[in-house]
T-cell receptor
Framework: NAGVTQTPKFQVLKTGQSMTLQCAQDMNHNSMYWYRQDPGMGLRLIYYSASEGTTDKGEVPNGYNVSRLNKREFSLRLESAAPSQTSVYFC?????????????FGQGTRLTVV | DAKTTQPNSMESNEEEPVHLPCNHSTISGTDYIHWYRQLPSQGPEYVIHGLTSNVNNRMASLAIAEDRKSSTLILHRATLRDAAVYYCILRVGAGSYQLTFGKGTKLSVIP
């Protein structure tokens, strides 16, 4: 049972570098999400994709872009990394709107920007 | 937006029941109450959710007050594996696609 798979698990970037975080789910879910979690804090929604072909901003979208490549994959791109983007990033998916269903989370990507 | 209030931390002895409280006095009639937990160095894990009636599943029970202004997550027999941060969440914003996580309650289980 793979569920939600994120790659890479760890990454160190220099300020100004770019990178893409990959996420794939094998549960045939319609909706996918990217969250970030800073030390001692809860998760904050960056972007979400309600269904294939759509993406929308969440609570903290600045500095990020996303692509819903197909129903399985949802990537998060940092075009010019900044130290403030040092965080743990979680991808999640759900069958439909998260209001009345459960979301499944990946194991996270620990990103450090120096 | 409706907010939730949880204690910062709680302790429980292993194999005893645990009652984790959550206050949400400004909840609206259509807000579902969700509980997730996060074990150390892992992603959040769904525990349970409900709207008005009490709910049970293999992991836990959710007791919702009659006026819906508070709820309690009940772990019937705490194990060491239940040590985690527990988040009480009301679906908030973004067209029902956003779960707003607060700081949660850190549960410690004492052997």
């Amino acid at each position: 049972n793979a569920g939600v798979t994120q790659t890479p698990k760890f990454q160190v970037l220099k300020t100004g570098q770019s990178m893409t975080l990959q996420c794939a789910q094998d549960m045939n879910h319609n909706s996918m999400y990217w969250y970030r979690q800073d030390p001692g804090m809860g998760l904050r929604l960056i972007y979400y994709s309600a269904s294939e072909g759509t993406t929308d901003k969440g609570e903290v979208p600045n500095g990020y872009n996303v692509s819903r490549l197909n129903k399985r994959e949802f990537s998060l791109r940092l075009e010019s990394a900044a130290p403030s983007q040092t965080s743990v990033y979680f991808c999640a998916s759900s069958p439909r709107r998260v209001e009345n269903t459960e979301a499944f989370f990946g194991q996270g990507t620990r990103l450090t920007v120096v | 937006d409706a907010k939730t209030t949880q204690p910062n931390s709680m302790e429980s002895n292993e194999e005893e029941p645990v009652h984790l409280p959550c206050n949400h006095s400004t909840i609206s009639g259509t807000d579902y109450i969700h509980w997730y937990r996060q074990l150390p160095s892992q992603g959040p894990e769904y525990v349970i959710h409900g709207l008005t009636s009490n709910v049970n599943n293999r992991m836990a029970s959710l007791a919702i007050a009659e006026d819906r202004k508070s709820s309690t997550l009940i772990l019937h027999r705490a194990t060491l594996r239940d040590a985690a941060v527990y988040y009480c969440i009301l679906r908030v914003g973004a067209g029902s696609y956003q779960l707003t996580f607060g700081k949660g309650t850190k549960l410690s289980v004492i052997p």
